[in-house]
């Protein structure tokens, strides 16, 4: 289930796709285990990454799009691939791919032939791209922006103002930057442009995070904005915005996937190989269901998030069940990244410190996954947003199958208005968890599932528990997992998932029912009657001592299967 460059071939891929992404594993193997934590540990930005990337024609290989250059695809199912090997190298290397998706987002959306030929040609040469969204003062707010665009009386404007938090703000060949206009008031004002970080009047002020990549803080003063640099202007250019998140916040549980992969090895390899008290450490009950559980929750967040790739490219203007799977890849395949790491540091302790080991790196950098492209609150008040359709209102969808075919996903830019959430509908989860009802953990948490939409219909919550956001995330975290085991399970059965392992992720999902269901009955604002409801639907997961052996025996396996070259 895991990746492994030691016996890597990906063959579901096209020979050009199987051969960029071999050469990005080669290329990580032959520099070596001492170069990636050397260069981590001294914060040395990765030039020799892009040069790598530039030389092999990477990322214009995979982010340029069709409508862009025919010879060239935008695929959601390799540059997944992709965001998974990166995030197994590092985050650094994840991120500069990241930001330039961003950065690229506004100009796949927009109509103007010049700036859209400018990137092609750019990425051609192996630039990488920015994001000029967030602000200091502002964050991410697309509503508040203090970049003005002032009209120069000559069809375009001069812009004035600061921009924070932009990765690779040093060096990015093109800028998609994020402004109002000073003669505009309201959403007629927003404009979307594209700057050049080379330009004279772009002034790089410096990197606001303490690490290898670049995420930095730059100002424009008096920057000339062309009629012919504009890509959006009014609602589009505040619909460019979200949809270009829609995009690239996708990304982040695939880079989850693989950081967690390459701890495993290390993680399991450590602990197997260790005496203490004259046991193996793996001898210890406590170590072996720590470690299981990682491999367990590693493997559902691997198994959601290929489903998920499926739904994007099968995305349509009637099938927008995307903008639900979507924000739940980012909060919820990322929080189980978390998870993942600190159960293995549980086990491996102070060698989780040690500064030649990747782990003490993952250790770090899988922090920021929940954290970036909107934190888990905001993405788990969106998700909110599609509880009534998706439990009660559900519609008929033709099957979507696995999308590993090489096409170019055109949809994701020309996604159109960001509005009318409330108003997608989904296909029914209960024939999901039907199909799969003989697997005992499954068939324990459809209980808990059915209960919870008891609890909407009999006891919703009120006008004021709407208004409390406290409460009502956690409302949110109880839905989210429903949406969770769904998709794991439809991925379970397209890949034949082995049902022991099945079964030890729903072992865990029941209990994180079990652990949200308690959370909510300790709310002060829980009435009575919800407070009744949480304890009543505590469960145990069904337990199955042979089960648990035969996974722990998997995960066992993993232990000296993967070890970086030195």
């Not at 099957?399 to 170019?408: G, H, N, Q, T, W």
Request: hydrophobic residues 45%.
């Amino acid at each position: 289930m895991l990746f492994n460059p030691r016996s890597y071939d990906p063959v579901q891929f096209d020979e050009p796709t199987r051969r960029l992404l071999r050469a990005t594993v080669d290329w990580f193997e032959s520099r070596g285990k001492k170069a990636l934590i050397d260069t981590y540990i001294d914060r040395t930005w990765y030039a020799d990454f892009l040069k790598f990337a530039a030389k092999e024609g990477l990322f214009a290989e995979f982010l340029t799009p069709a409508s862009a250059d025919g010879s060239k695809r935008w695929d959601t199912a390799r540059n997944a691939e992709l965001n998974e090997i990166l995030g197994f190298y590092g985050l650094g290397y994840w991120y500069t791919w990241q930001v330039t998706i961003l950065g690229l987002g506004p100009v796949w959306q927009s109509e103007n032939e010049a700036v859209r030929a400018r990137a092609a040609k750019l990425l051609a040469e192996g630039h990488v791209m920015a994001f000029g969204l967030s602000e200091r003062t502002h964050g991410a707010d697309i509503y508040s922006t203090d970049m003005i665009l002032t009209p120069d009386g000559e069809g375009g404007f001069t812009a004035t103002g600061p921009k924070y938090y932009i990765g690779n703000g040093n060096v990015a060949g093109l800028v998609s930057v994020f402004g109002r206009r000073s003669d505009v008031e309201g959403p007629e004002g927003y404009v979307f442009f594209a700057a050049d970080s080379r330009h004279e009047a772009y002034h790089l002020v410096k990197n606001v995070v303490n690490a290898q990549m670049y995420v930095s803080e730059f100002r424009l003063e008096n920057y000339p904005v062309r009629a012919e640099d504009v890509l959006h202007t009014g609602q589009a250019a505040f619909d460019a915005a979200l949809n270009t998140v829609n995009v690239g916040k996708f990304n982040l549980c695939t880079a989850s996937v693989g950081i967690c992969e390459h701890a495993m090895y290390e993680a399991v390899t450590h602990a197997h190989n260790r005496v203490l008290y004259g046991r193996k450490v793996t001898d210890f009950p406590h170590v072996r269901r720590e470690l299981t559980d990682a491999y367990a929750r590693l493997v559902a967040m691997k198994l959601f998030s290929d489903r998920s790739v499926d739904y994007f490219r099968t995305a349509s203007p009637e099938d927008r069940r995307y903008l639900l799977f979507n924000p739940m890849t980012k909060m919820k395949v990322t929080t189980e990244g978390e998870k993942v790491i600190d159960l293995m540091w549980d086990v491996i302790a102070a060698k989780g410190f040690e500064a030649d080991t990747y782990f003490d790196k993952a250790a770090k950098d899988i922090r920021g996954l929940p954290k970036l492209e909107g934190t888990v609150h905001v993405n788990l008040a969106l998700i909110l947003k599609f509880m009534g359709n998706y439990l009660f209102a559900p519609a008929e969808y033709a099957p979507v199958p696995s999308r590993l075919d090489a096409a170019d996903d055109a949809f994701l830019f020309r996604q159109g208005p960001a509005r009318g959430l409330g108003a997608i509908r989904f296909h029914d989860w209960r024939t999901t968890y039907d199909t799969h009802a003989h697997i005992a953990n499954v068939a324990r948490f459809r209980e808990q599932a059915d209960g919870f939409c008891a609890l909407l219909l009999a006891h919703a919550p009120s006008k004021e528990q709407q208004a409390d956001l406290d409460f009502l995330l956690e409302i949110g975290q109880l839905f989210a997992l429903i949406v969770y085991g769904q998709l794991v399970l439809e991925q379970a059965e397209l890949t034949g998932l082995d049902a022991d392992v099945l079964d030890q992720i729903f072992d865990a999902l029941v209990r994180d029912f079990s652990a949200h269901a308690t959370e909510l009955h300790g709310k002060s604002s829980a009435t009575e009657e919800q407070a009744a409801w949480a304890l009543a639907h505590v469960r145990r997961p069904v337990a199955d001592a042979e089960r648990a052996a035969r996974v722990w025996a998997q995960v066992e396996a993993l232990s000296g299967a993967y070890e970086m070259q030195p």
